[in-house]
């Protein structure tokens, strides 16, 4: 199957900190990747790498076949890489609609008008966003904030999906309305990898896994083969 | 009679100050850096016009259409230049940077244009005015404020609903999370200080019009801008017009009282509001 991410050989370091060590990571086409991994394994710091908000010191990472070194941060989302960050990072003092459109306003055009995300259809997929609007967003739930950082990144009209831990803080239930979308996301031909502390959530709701500890990959597989024992070596390390 | 003609001339006074005072505003909100050489491109600009007018031997009436394209100019690549460099959630390494530009700036118009005062005269209309029932307006601060009007009102429509404005809110927000939606941050931040810098052209030649100017001016423009923007609420646009109404008023008002209070009565305000709302009269929180 054609990748719509490639990343070979990544390494990535804060300072003189070492974050991610020769990393190999490979989307194909449609595919919705989980990774995990326990806190500060450098799961952001690969999705930061990818989206371009930091820069690897060593290593490449090709989106839909082409470098992503020379493109600016911005620029990549136009190509169709949208990110979910970590912690939502809505923007505070704008309305839920005007959230929206800050994404909407440059989002990529080569798109189909069938498969093209609108309002109205974030509306759909989250109808309290509907109802709310015109609120400001810091005035909503935890898990309505979620619903717009996810409607936002969905109206750059993605290739590929990066949800950087989506569940952490919410309800369950809210977890679970929120995953029950990614089907519909990802029936548009969009690639989803979604960082998840849950393990059986990030397997039960994936193609593919990856684990990484301490910045180097300990595992990867068809999330159906693999084994919860298997994962949880994995996880913490040969140790323990 | 008098304290009526006071309050009306202190608008009108407020009209120069917003245009001072919008430009910072804009910058603190989108980018949080208080720009301390603000004043010195007010002065800078003003004493590019009096030269221009006098070696193109053109009518003062042109300059403003020369100094707000060189504003924007000067803003734009200050911006790209300098100051993106130095954007971060921390504001100290923005104010040594403007901190210094300042003083490199007032050595450089010491230089090339010493310490003589300037101004530029627009002959009979300096002193033309209108009968409003029982007052007499002049038509030049009249239209100094009637443009800080419109600008006011442009810019607050601008950044509530243009796709430009979304993206300065946006990016003020949140930099990163807003380079993530599309926006290419610091070339939004480029424009800011360019329309910063570019309204300050406008204000230069109202400056250079109303009274003399002289490289080590800057400062005081500074702090009547300064002032207006704190009074209103660090960022806010509205806020940033509203607290130069209240300097203008306070200071024509002061100076009414006793000719020597003028400029005290100005601080004083500004002190009060520091005082008992630090947060400024329009900010939400
Ligand atoms: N800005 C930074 N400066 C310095 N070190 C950092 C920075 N961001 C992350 N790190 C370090 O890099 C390592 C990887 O961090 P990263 O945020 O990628 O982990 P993570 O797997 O996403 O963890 P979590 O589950 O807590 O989100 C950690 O040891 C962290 O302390
Ligand atoms: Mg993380």
């Not at chain 1, 989002?107 to 015109?134: G, N, Y």
């Not at chain 1, 803080?169 to 849950?198: C, F, H, M, N, W």
């Not at chain 1, 896994?209 to 390390?237: D, H, K, N």
């Not at chain 2, 030649?205 to 609420?233: H, S």
Request: hydrophobic letters at 50%; proline letters at 4%.
């Amino acid at each position: 199957m054609r990748a719509i991410l490639k990343v070979r050989n990544l390494c990535a370091a804060y300072g003189d900190f070492q974050a991610l060590f020769n990393v190999e990571f490979e989307i194909a086409a449609g595919e919705v990747v989980a990774l995990i991994g326990a806190n500060g394994a450098g799961k952001s710091t690969l999705l930061k790498a990818v989206t371009g908000l930091i820069s690897p010191s060593a290593g490449e990472i090709a989106f839909a076949g082409e470098s992503t070194s020379r493109t600016p941060a911005h620029a990549l989302v136009r190509k169709g890489l949208a990110m979910v960050p970590e912690g939502r990072r809505l923007f505070r003092g704008m309305t839920v609609e005007d959230n929206l459109r800050v994404c909407l306003d440059r989002s990529r055009t080569d798109v189909e008008q069938a498969l093209r995300w609108t309002i109205p259809r974030i509306h759909e997929l989250f109808p309290v966003l509907k109802e709310r609007r015109r609120e400001l967003v810091e005035r909503l739930s935890g898990g309505q904030q979620q619903m717009v950082a996810v409607g936002r990144a969905l109206l750059a009209q993605p290739r590929l999906l990066l949800c950087d831990e989506i569940s952490l803080g919410l309800a369950p239930k809210v977890v679970k309305e929120i995953y029950q979308k990614l089907p519909e996301i990802r029936a548009g031909g969009t690639s989803i990898v979604i960082v998840e502390q849950d393990v059986s959530l990030a397997k039960s709701s994936s193609d593919r896994l990856y684990c990484l500890l301490e910045g180097r990959v300990t595992l990867s597989g068809p999330s159906c083969e693999i084994g919860l024992e298997a994962i949880s070596r994995a996880y913490f390390g040969a140790h323990s | 009679m008098k304290w009526l003609d006071a309050l009306v001339q202190g608008v009108l006074l407020g009209g120069l100050y917003a245009q001072y005072a919008l430009g910072m505003a804009l910058m603190f909100g989108v980018m949080r850096i208080v720009n301390i050489a603000h004043g010195d491109l007010v002065i800078l600009l003003a004493l590019l016009g009096i030269t221009l007018v006098g070696v193109l031997g053109v009518s003062p009436l042109v300059a403003p259409f020369l100094l707000v394209p060189m504003g924007v100019i000067i803003g734009w690549a200050l911006q790209r230049g300098v100051l993106n460099r130095v954007v971060k959630a921390d504001p100290l390494p923005s104010l040594v940077a403007t901190f210094g530009l300042s003083i490199a700036l007032q050595n450089l118009m010491l230089q090339i244009w010493s310490a003589d005062t300037r101004s530029l005269s627009l002959g009979a209309l300096s002193s033309m005015s209108i009968e409003l029932g029982p007052l007499y307006v002049g038509v030049l601060p009249l239209g100094v404020f009637a443009f800080a009007v419109a600008l006011t009102a442009c810019l607050h429509l601008a950044l509530r609903y243009t796709k430009f404005g979304r993206a300065l809110r946006a990016a003020a927000a949140d930099g990163e999370a807003a380079t993530l939606s599309g926006v290419d941050a610091k070339g939004v931040y480029a424009l800011a200080t360019a329309i910063a810098v570019g309204i300050l052209g406008a204000a230069a030649f109202c400056q250079a019009t109303r009274t003399t100017v002289a490289p080590a001016d800057g400062g005081a423009q500074l702090i009547y801008a300064f002032e207006a923007v704190i009074i209103g609420g660090m960022g806010h646009i509205s806020g940033a017009f509203l607290g130069a109404m209240i300097v203008g008023i306070a200071q024509v008002v002061g100076s009414r009282a006793d000719p020597g209070w003028g400029i005290l009565s100005g601080h004083i305000v500004f002190l009060l509001v520091l005082a008992l709302r630090p947060q400024g009269l329009m900010s939400r929180t």
